[in-house]
């Protein structure tokens, strides 16, 4: 028997621009192995020679100690007869027709790097685009796979013969660091003042400083796109701001140069802080603390703040601590409200002139744009399983899943073949499927103009070129007159491709069960709850129970209908629905209940005919809606939080931040066959407001009568059907004090719950359900 074997190994997963060849490299080295490796546009593929023990060793350590930012999604071995190599060498990348892999975000400054940084001694020092392998920018600069410098907009940057040395030195950690670069060839930055360059470098950067410090807006260049920043702690920088972006109250991020600053502003758990130090650097909604000093404008009638740590060098040089400079800085989207974020240097010159006093340019280019993303912890929940965690001290809930996080895939139970799933109107994002993966795309936005949804239209073409996937169906919301359902009917048209429509509520439970892992083969109570969906009976649903599986859906039971006088007004001006609320449940349109205080006389008459029927056809001024969401702005008004809204979910949010955590009493629903009535909740909430009852106790109340109801059905589907899994999916479970008063109430009664801590409850994870929905039907089978 030979002393030396072979094999033939492929690693699958994101192993590329994260040092995985170095690292296989120094494995190799180590074990006394002879052979090479090399990218492909499928992964990694590696020829070895040596010892079998060493070899066996070698291919576990591949998964077990692979790089820092790596994810082995699978490690194909064939054994060989030894190939007599000599030496273990790198080779050059080899591309591959319709080969794909998961690329890896963008990533977070690294400790190595930042510590160069700010040291004097280094040749990087106080260089604003430093990186190397384990961080630095990824996916917003990748034009193409394989991910080598050619296929990314660093091309045009050459190399100086430092740089060059450490690129192409295997035990360096630049070692093909794509993005690599020094203030000797690498991008720069510049600062524009009234269409002049005033300074470049780092006068640029001290000139910036100063004119926020000065209470200047000034347009940032990021790694996703251009950020809108001022002085966190000013509160004319920040009032001057919002009226610049047409924002009215909605909240801004704020960025704070470390966890300790971010504790003296906030309320900071364990399992927070490792988030806002995470790679990702995602914003982190917190409770804001009783000393903070952020402006209150930065957000308005919250009691929680979205805080984020520097993630690039330049952030770090804008937030170095020195006398005078801001100690916390308001990071918005560089656009106008409902716009696509602005990432080129013209572009935003352009688009932003109105809004930015000094634009901090840099010649690095972004080829796709990606927000922030958002998270938030949910604390205090008992553990238990199948509820699924990231850390010890909670769950971690996404809200806006972008830079970080996209385009990292959800690992799928089964092969799925190439489908492309559209998502809804508001939060837009897509899913394109392939394999096991599900690729997620970054934050679209809300698709209500050319300009989105041109974004759209352009991140489409990219995800499928970069994962080289063309899709054999199209899926889509129910919904005739969203944007994205419209392309998604054109292209199904113009290409021949069958095209699935899949209600809304459906996909968000679908979404819930597919990246909790659940195959579908047996059905689950799920309970979305959120602003509009689209129903097969033509009424706006969002209060929904529905038994379903990944393949179909019956409705089981849902919100007693009310009108929405006036349409998307009503949406606009949560008074309305208090009003046609109050009227569902028998209550007069006294004066001594704010909404009916707010309501002008005469549009009080023209409500109490659209909440009677006298809507026109088909009530097309008063639609019928079972909505959750509208069911919370109605609270919100009655209470006098919040008569008219700037922002989607502002009453909702706003009410949960007047939540008494101490009240422990709940407002009865009345559980009908169909429908769940809150009439009784509405009597009693309207009762306790005339006799003086704090809006916070009432305001806990009505949360925890909510999630009482959920139970007292969830029982009820449990005791006819024998399902005792429950999956909650919708906008209105980012509201934590119902998400954490609900799961309690469920986990107390011994059933299984799932909830989304991997995409967005809201409609940013709806694609991934309309894909998983899509597939089943593809495939015709019952589940």
């Known amino acids: 028997m030979s002393a030396v074997s072979g094999a033939r190994i492929h690693v699958r997963g994101i192993v590329q621009g994260v040092g995985f060849r170095p690292f296989v490299y120094g494995l190799a080295l180590h074990y006394g192995l002879t052979g090479w490796v090399r990218n492909t546009s499928a992964g990694v593929d590696i020829e070895a020679d040596g010892a079998p023990q060493a070899l066996e060793a070698f291919v576990r350590d591949l998964s077990q100690h692979a790089p820092p930012l790596a994810h082995v999604d699978g490690v194909d071995v064939h054994t060989r007869p030894a190939d007599g190599f000599t030496v273990f060498e790198i080779l050059e990348s080899a591309a591959q027709p319709l080969a794909f892999q998961p690329v890896s975000p963008d990533v977070a400054i690294c400790p190595d790097c930042l510590r160069e940084l700010f040291d004097p001694h280094d040749r990087r020092y106080r260089y604003p685009f430093i990186n190397c392998t384990n961080c630095g920018p990824r996916f917003t600069i990748i034009r193409d796979l394989p991910y080598d410098r050619p296929n990314t907009t660093m091309a ?27 203030p000797a060839c690498g991008p720069q930055v510049r600062l524009i003042v009234a269409g002049r360059c005033a300074a470049e470098r780092e006068a640029a950067i001290l000139t910036a400083r100063q004119l926020l410090s000065d209470g200047r807006v000034v347009a940032v260049k990021g790694l996703g796109g251009f950020h809108l920043a001022c002085d966190a702690m000013n509160p004319q920088a920040v009032a001057e701001l919002r009226r610049r972006k047409l924002r009215v109250d909605k909240p801004f991020a704020v960025m704070l140069l470390d966890s300790a600053a971010a504790a003296r502003q906030c309320e900071l758990m364990p399992a927070e802080r490792l988030l806002l130090e995470s790679r990702q650097r995602p914003i982190v909604l917190l409770r804001r603390g009783d000393q903070s000093t952020i402006a209150g404008d930065v957000a308005p009638g919250q009691n929680a703040l979205g805080l984020m740590l520097p993630y690039t060098p330049l952030h770090y040089l804008l937030l170095e601590p020195a006398p005078g400079s801001p100690q916390a800085l308001v990071m918005t989207s560089g656009n106008l409200s409902e716009e696509p974020i602005a990432t080129g240097n013209e572009e935003a010159l352009e688009r932003l002139a109105p809004l930015a006093d000094a634009f901090l340019l840099h010649d690095r280019d972004i080829h796709i744009r990606c927000d922030d993303s958002v998270v938030r912890v949910l604390p205090g929940v008992r553990r238990s399983q199948p509820v699924q965690t990231e850390s010890p001290e909670g769950s971690v809930l996404p809200v806006r899943r972008s830079r970080g996080y996209a385009p990292l895939a959800v690992y799928l139970p089964r092969e799925v073949p190439p489908l492309l799933a559209v998502g809804a109107q508001l939060k837009n994002t897509f899913c394109l499927t392939r394999g096991n993966y599900a690729f997620m795309s970054h934050h679209i936005g809300d698709l209500e103009n050319y300009e989105t949804l041109r974004a759209f239209e352009q991140a489409v073409d990219h995800y499928q070129r970069l994962f080289r996937i063309r899709p054999e169906a199209i899926a889509y919301d129910l919904h005739p007159d969203y944007l994205a359902t419209r392309y998604a009917i054109d292209r199904g048209r113009s290409e021949g491709l069958p095209a699935f429509a899949v209600q809304h509520h459906h996909a968000h439970v679908a979404a819930c069960m597919v990246e909790n892992g659940l195959a579908g083969d047996h059905p689950v109570l799920g309970v979305s709850f959120d602003g509009t969906g689209y129903g097969e009976d033509g009424t706006i649903w969002g209060g929904e129970f529905l038994l379903c599986d990944l393949r179909a859906y019956r409705r089981l039971l849902h919100l007693r209908q009310v009108r929405m006088p006036g349409g998307e007004q009503a949406i606009r001006e949560p008074w309305r629905m208090a009003l046609a609320w109050l009227d569902q449940s028998g209550i007069d349109w006294e004066e001594d209940l704010p909404p009916v205080r707010s309501a002008p006389e005469a549009s009080r008459r023209v409500l109490r005919r659209l909440i009677a029927g006298q809507a026109g056809p088909g009530g097309l001024n008063a639609p019928l809606t079972s909505s959750m969401g509208r069911l919370f702005d109605a ?12 922002y989607e979910g502002q009453a909702a949010m706003e009410l949960e931040a007047l939540v008494d955590p101490s009240e422990e009493g709940g407002y009865p629903f009345e559980v009908g066959q169909e429908s769940v009535d809150p009439t009784p909740a509405f009597q009693q909430l309207v009762a306790d407001l005339r006799q003086g009852v704090g809006a916070g106790r009432i305001a806990a109340r009505f949360h925890r009568g909510v999630a009482q109801a959920v139970l007292e059905i969830a029982r009820r589907v449990r005791a006819e059907t024998g399902v005792r899994e429950v999956a909650l999916s919708g906008g209105v479970w980012q509201n934590l004090v ?13 059933l299984d719950v799932y909830i989304h801590t991997k995409v967005p409850t809201n409609d940013g994870g709806l694609a991934l359900g309309q894909a998983a929905v899509a597939h089943q039907r593809m495939r015709g089978e019952a589940v």
């Open 156 to 182: 045009g940057f050459g190399l100086c013969p430092e740089c060059a040395s450490e690129y192409s030195n295997p035990l360096d950690r630049r070692f093909h660091a794509q993005p690599v670069a020094c």
């Open 635 to 646: 609270v919100s008004s009655l209470l006098g939080i919040r008569h008219v809204v700037s």
């Open 738 to 750: 119902l998400l954490r008063a609900t799961l309690t109430l469920l986990q107390d009664e011994g």
